[in-house]
């Protein structure tokens, strides 16, 4: 194999190892099995997945562009940890997509919209009763992306896709300390499908934006125990 050949593959290699602990650090993250505020290590990383420590620190890099940790020089880098303000921020921003989507995706496909969000709500059912609060939360998300993938408008869910990871990685923390939790967010869910169904778009934005706004305040008022709570 030529000189040119040995380097690629290499090149190819590094690059497949990196994505392979991005895309294992971005799930473990968004899932709260790496939970907010936990202090993670290029060394135990490094042995954990079985390489050196470029591709851990290549990742390291991709994550901080998603603003899911923060990178911190000599000690490894923070699993995001925001403040009730940048919470509030990231909220005021999903409130703007979640309302665009819904609106592009009632005029250019209501049906679908409909018969997906129907089928997530009722994954989401099963899963609140089983108390599985880790798929709960994964067709949680799922739920809301259903409004940008029927919009049809893919600048819209590029845009949503830089602020996701955060707000789904808010979402689980929170909701693996409130099981009341899940009972709030499908008596919402509920009643944007109802109010859909009917076409009443403006009033189901107006669930959308209570139903943000609650993970906001919840964030808020304890966002300290969040951190202690391990």
Known sequence: MSF????????????????????????????????????????????????????VREAFVQLQSFGLVEVMPQRGCLVFQPTAAEVSSLCEVRHILECAAVDLA?????????????????????????KQRSDFSHDDDAFHQAFFTHAGNPSLQEAHRLFAPRLQALRTNLQ???????????EDHAEMIGLLDVGDIESTKAIIGIHIERMSQKYETESEFLWTAR
Request: proline content about 2%; aromatic content about 6%.
């Open 106 to 130: 009632m005029q250019r496909a209501p049906d679908l919209l409909l018969l997906e969000l129907r089928s997530r709500f009722e994954r989401m059912t099963t899963d609140a009763e089983q």
């Open 176 to 186: 693996s300390m409130h099981g009341h939790l899940l009972c709030e967010a499908q």
């Open 4 to 55: 040119y050949f040995r380097q690629r593959s290499m090149i190819q290699r590094a690059k497949s190892l990196t994505s392979q602990v991005f895309d294992t650090l971005l799930d473990d993250i968004v899932s709260g099995r790496r939970r907010s505020g936990t202090m993670l290590s290029e060394n135990a990383l490094a042995q954990e997945f079985g390489t050196s420590k470029t591709p």
